[in-house]
């Protein structure tokens, strides 16, 4: 029998559950643990900031002067904030409620990627500035659209864990322990709410996601298409920073979503911090909405450095 000449042909790769995983599955693991490191990092700023949002100010204001020089009370930012958790908590203080917020990070991040294999984005022309409008803007619906739909997913899988997070959060306020193992938050959660319980809030998060995704990719479009001349040297540069400009611009706007979501997600449920006197108990997002609108208050915490007290008690200083 005739041998073929030449090198041989290279072994099949491996296969079987002895192989090793593949370059995919080797970026994603590194995705989730790159995900859960930042997630790690940025827990205490989104702690402090969980506090702040339920009305939670436990240090008195400072006398201070804006930029006009005239005196105002000034709330503690961020560094004394969580100076006084450490004093009362330890350093370890600082991250409580990590542990299900991590894994909801990672089931959000998971199921992103999961979606996105089952449900890819079919291939559309490339279009340029210069390219028909109508063309360009049915390309930029039909991503934000399928970019919504993962979102969306991705935000119910999560959001349970989210709740959990929350609730183990704010148990700073009032120093209870009901919450604190994942498998005992969530038999106290189906005892006292049921199901349902696990996704109290999601509503408004949602909208913000959604409203979110539309405004930053629309205005983006519209900036790179109507504001941005292809005759500048610099064009394709400023392109690739506008939706990064848009998506921080239109964050601020719908911080609010985040605010009620949050809110709702820890009121009413056993704790001191979503019960009287931090917040009345809320029938329904909506509620919490008018509420914090009809007090000034819906974009509370959304800045942690220079936050001014209520403008009655500025008014003692001026």
């Known amino acids: 029998m005739a041998v073929a ?5 290279a072994p099949p790769p491996a296969a079987g559950p002895g192989a090793g995983p593949g370059p995919a599955e080797g970026a994603d693991a590194l995705f989730v643990a790159l995900s859960a490191g930042f997630t790690s990092l940025s827990h205490p700023l989104l702690y402090v900031k969980l506090l702040v949002q339920v009305g939670y100010e436990p240090l008195p204001p400072t006398v201070g002067r804006n930029l006009l020089g005239r005196k105002v009370l000034y709330l503690p930012g961020f560094f004394t904030y969580a100076r006084h958790i450490v004093k009362v908590d330890g350093k370890r203080g600082l ?13 959000s991040t998971v199921t992103r990627g999961r979606v996105k294999k089952a449900f ?7 279009v340029s ?3 028909d409008m109508k063309t360009s ?5 039909k991503e934000t659209s399928h970019e919504m739909m993962i979102q969306c997913v991705s935000r119910v899988i999560s959001h349970p864990l989210h709740v959990i997070s929350m609730r183990c959060m704010v148990q700073f306020v009032g120093r209870e322990v009901k919450y604190r193992g994942i498998l005992s938050s969530i038999r106290t959660i189906l005892k006292e709410e049921g199901f349902w319980g696990f996704f109290i809030g999601l509503i408004p998060h949602i909208l913000g996601d959604v409203v979110f995704l539309w405004c930053c990719n629309l205005l983006a479009h519209f900036i790179n298409t109507y504001a941005v001349d292809d005759n500048f040297n610099q064009a394709s540069v400023i392109r690739s920073y506008t939706k990064f400009v848009m998506g921080i611009a239109v964050s601020m706007l719908t911080y609010p979503f985040l605010l009620v979501g949050d809110l709702m997600a820890v009121n009413n449920c056993g704790l001191c911090a979503g019960l009287p006197p931090y917040a009345p108990v809320f029938s329904s997002w909506i509620h919490c909405w008018r509420h914090l609108c009809a007090q000034g208050q819906l974009f509370r915490g959304s800045s942690l450095l220079f936050r001014r007290a209520s403008t009655s008690a500025t008014f003692l200083y001026d």
């Open 5 to 9: 000449s030449g090198s041989p042909a």
């Open 129 to 131: 500035n210069k390219d």
């Open 95 to 107: 991250f409580r409620g990590l542990t299900p917020r991590i894994i909801s990070s990672t089931l």
């Open 120 to 126: 890819p984005l079919e291939d559309m022309e490339h």
């Open 137 to 141: 803007l049915k390309k930029v619906v």
